[in-house]
């Protein structure tokens, strides 16, 4: 199989403009400054905790923008633990419903991530249809286990990972809406790379995110999923996909260059670092069933020099 066209693309770009005029000035959070540093604080040591990667890139941020990255962290960490978390599906529906009416509406809420988050979005007038698509996106994995095509896996992506990049897109500022499409494949890219490195993880939760009607094209069923198989199917497979996922990663990291300049450096070093766990999926025969891929701190520190060389490339194109 070859890498095909990206035919998903315009129903995603689509949604992203659709949200992206729903920006609309919102009043700041009522809080005094104690209340809100200690809830800042609080997303920082929740970005800490559960996202090593998103931790360091987000720190190459100036002050304002590294602490509102860290409060849309903490927001998605939230809405995604809701799902994970819940005793059943109906559950989380209530909890999901419950917690977009408190970020909908942060005043009334003590809630440190609600009140972090609620002062980011006003702060950088985020759009709050983005937060809205990803919690919705989010709430897909309590109807929708499986995907059939690569286009509804693109789909799902865009809800819970190009949102994301929205989001963050506002919080560092761009040059103009040229930026959006950009921003879409990264989500799309940084989406692929999770779910070809938690395939494992995934199935003991009972979802497959992989492209059913692909892996039947390479020989292979939600059997050897199930058997945690790695053969040159597998293999071949793998190749497949990491081909298709670098083909994103590469065609989303020069919209960098229409970023604010004091941004280029960590988007660049989340893009990459990310994409660095392809490397570390193939370096072990991609069996992603008897290990989980990562990249260790002094991998990744050894790549930022060269991440900031090219992000100032990037701002010269």
């Not at 298709?244 to 990291?253: C, D, G, H, K």
Request: glycine letters at 6%.
């Amino acid at each position: 199989m070859t890498v095909q066209a990206h035919s998903w693309e315009n129903i995603l770009l689509a949604w992203a403009y659709e949200a992206l005029e729903s920006a609309v000035p919102v009043d700041s959070v009522a809080a005094d400054s104690g209340v809100l540093q200690r809830a800042y604080d609080y997303c920082e040591s929740l970005t800490r905790t559960h996202s090593r990667t998103f931790f360091l890139a987000s720190g190459l941020l100036p002050f304002a923008k590294r602490r509102a990255a860290r409060a849309l962290y903490a927001f998605c960490r939230v809405t995604d633990n809701i799902v994970d978390s819940s005793a059943n599906d109906l559950e989380a529906r209530a909890a999901l419903a419950a917690w977009k009416q408190a970020v909908i509406s942060p005043k009334l809420s003590s809630d440190p991530v609600v009140l972090a988050w609620g002062d980011t979005r006003a702060r950088f007038n985020i759009p709050p249809g983005y937060a809205e698509q990803l919690i919705d996106g989010v709430a897909r994995d309590l109807t929708q286990k499986r995907y059939a095509t690569f286009a509804e896996l693109a789909e799902y992506s865009y809800g819970v990972a190009s949102t994301v990049g929205l989001m963050a897109m506002h919080i560092i500022g761009f040059d103009s809406e040229k930026a959006l499409p950009y921003a879409v494949k990264l989500g799309v890219a940084l989406q692929l790379t999770n779910i070809l490195r938690d395939v494992a993880e995934d199935y003991q939760r009972g979802r497959i995110y992989l492209p059913l009607d692909e892996l039947d094209a390479f020989g292979l069923s939600e059997r050897d999923i199930a058997a945690g198989t790695v053969d040159d199917r597998w293999r071949a497979f793998m190749r497949f996909q990491i081909a298709r996922n670098r083909e994103l990663y590469n065609a989303s990291l020069p919209g960098v260059a229409l970023l604010n300049p004091d941004g280029r450096f960590a988007i660049a070093a989340a893009g990459e670092l990310y994409q660095a766990i392809l490397a570390d999926i193939e370096s072990h025969g991609s069996d992603v069933f008897a290990r989980r891929a990562h990249v260790g701190a002094t991998g990744k520190l050894r790549r930022l020099p060269g991440i900031w060389w090219r992000s100032r490339q990037f701002a010269i194109v």
